[in-house]
């Protein structure tokens, strides 16, 4: 039993530096959702993405304070260290769970924003939406919601033949090569491009979720391994060891 003990000892403080290096992870996976988001928070209506990227900052935090928990907790074998961090890991566990339902859940939901957003943005590109949609444009290298003759029948570009200068290829593009049907001119259109962007930003977060799950279930193991060890009571035996007497 002292072999079990010491192995989960041992495996509960690797498995607490892996939580620092996880922490790290899920902070840049989170940070790096919503660095994505901020460019196109005005374009889309898809702020859906960033509940479950908000759900995984928050696992980041409390695994960075399990990393110091499951250290003391393991070196100590203090009862109620180790029924906090078994306890704290198990709600980590239902928040990662539920960050990935919601990522898978709402796919539809990001497809539907993403394509009203853009509809939006050129209905209003002339007012609060051209430097979000030109750096969409520029930036993804597309052009229009599907395709370039989107353009033709926007209500907020004030040309109906050509194209915002944001679609060409090059840069100093004259008004002769931003018609819609240019080879000068991006084809592609922004929604594909947009929607395969918070798709892959979903998924990640999904795959780091179920990823992290298996680290946290091998803590919360050793946690109730060393949790019934603990508890156990230790005999001494006083006299040698034919005297009969223990404490």
């Known amino acids: 039993m002292a072999f ?10 690797l498995v607490s530096l892996v939580f620092w290096a996880a922490a790290a992870g899920l902070f ?3 940070g790096w959702v919503y660095n994505t988001y901020h460019h196109y928070n005005e374009l889309t209506t898809a702020n859906l993405t960033l509940i479950p990227a908000s759900i995984i900052l928050a696992a980041g935090v409390f695994m960075f304070i399990l990393g110091i928990v499951g250290c003391i907790a393991a070196c100590k074998e203090n009862k109620i260290l180790l029924a906090v961090l078994f306890t704290v890991l198990l709600i980590i566990l239902c928040a990662e769970v539920t960050a990935a339902g919601l990522a898978y859940g709402f796919r539809e939901d990001v497809r539907k924003a993403v394509n009203d957003g853009l509809d939006d943005a050129l209905k209003k590109y002339n007012g609060t939406m051209k430097d979000q949609m030109d750096y969409v444009q520029k930036e993804l290298k597309c052009c229009g919601v599907r395709n370039a003759t989107d353009w033709s029948s926007s ?6 033949k ?11 593009c004259t008004v002769a090569d931003r018609s819609p049907f240019s080879k000068k001119i991006y084809q592609q259109g922004c929604y594909d491009e947009l929607n395969s962007i918070f798709a892959k930003n979903l998924g990640y977060i999904s795959g780091v979720s179920v990823s992290f799950a298996v680290l946290q279930i091998l803590g919360m193991i050793c946690s109730c391994i060393l949790f019934c060890r603990s508890k156990e009571v230790r005999y001494e035996v006083l006299g040698g060891p034919n005297s009969g007497l223990r404490v």
Do not use: D, R, Y
């Open 4 to 13: 079990c003990t010491i192995t989960s000892k041992a495996c509960l403080i």
């Open 28 to 30: 840049f996976i989170g």
């Open 155 to 160: 209500k907020g570009w004030n040309n109906t």
């Open 162 to 172: 050509t194209v915002p200068e944001s679609c060409c290829m090059m840069k100093n």
